[in-house]
């Protein structure tokens, strides 16, 4: 048995090499064939010097993250919905401030910021453990996918274990009394994996945004099978994900 186990890894590498070493081989015989056919064309020049190899899009359908396609989906349609005067953006992906600005007045502030230059967006710097707004003065706002990376240093951030909980005290105290706060993180059985990201169950967020009301939780689960973006999701089919996505509409009741 142990000389089984030693041997698999090997053959599964050498199974790798080979699949690899076809795939390169078909890229040669495609570029060959495309080389004649192209022979007498004077629209392009196909010379091997400018070979661009893309080796792994051969596939049945289109891949595609999950959790980032889902979540920035949700987060849109809602803002569809509410159509707010204007929308703050913290740190989310750079795509979902771009879109959203088409039709919402977008204001995307980032750690890090992004030189993104469009109209109906502002773009500036700010950091989450310090939000430069005041207290109860943003009506819609997201921080979406970004929580459980504060505080684990891989941004360039400080390394700080309450980093994440720091970050939601900032975002509860600038959103206004009957604001909109969209969330999403990753959810499933609670885990740390440093320096990438944290993995939260559906009680850790519920209790960190305790004060506030849940308009909608919807979940992005591990397997596709179980569904794309699922409305409503229950509790306990969110606890039991590995890396799934939890998107949380929180609202702020009226003072």
């Given amino acids: 048995m142990r000389k089984l186990i030693r041997k698999i890894p090997l053959a599964t590498a050498t199974w790798m ?3 690899r070493m076809n795939i390169i081989l078909q890229y040669c015989l495609d570029y060959r064939k495309f080389r004649k056919l192209s022979a007498g064309s004077s629209r392009f020049t196909v010379s091997w010097r400018d070979r661009y190899p893309c080796l792994d899009d051969r596939t049945a359908a289109s891949q595609f993250d999950r959790h980032y396609v889902y ?16 929308h703050v953006d913290i740190s989310s992906y750079t795509y979902f401030s771009a879109m959203v600005s088409a039709f919402i007045p977008v204001r995307y502030y980032d750690y890090r910021p992004a030189d993104l230059r469009l109209d109906n967006l502002i773009v500036a710097r700010a950091d989450l453990l310090d939000l430069p707004f005041g207290s109860g003065s943003i009506k819609s706002l ?10 684990l240093g891989r941004y360039g951030d400080s390394l700080d274990p309450d980093g994440d909980l720091k970050a939601i005290a900032q975002l509860k105290r ?11 993180v990753p959810i499933g ?6 320096n990438g990201h944290r993995i939260y169950s559906y009680d850790q967020i519920m209790e960190y945004f305790s004060d506030l009301e849940l308009a909608d939780f919807s979940l992005i689960p591990d397997s596709p099978q179980a569904g794309g973006l699922i409305p409503h999701a229950a509790r306990e089919t969110a606890n039991n994900q590995t890396y799934g996505c939890g998107c949380f509409w929180f609202r702020k009741g009226l003072v």
């Fill in 17 to 19: 090499l080979l699949k």
């Fill in 142 to 151: 997201s921080c979406m996918h970004v929580l459980e990376h504060i505080g």
């Fill in 189 to 194: 059985r609670p885990k740390l994996m440093f």
């Fill in 174 to 184: 600038v959103l206004a009394a009957d604001g909109s706060l969209l969330v999403a």
């Fill in 71 to 86: 979540h920035t989906a949700w987060a849109a349609r809602i803002l569809a919905q509410t159509r707010p005067e204007f």
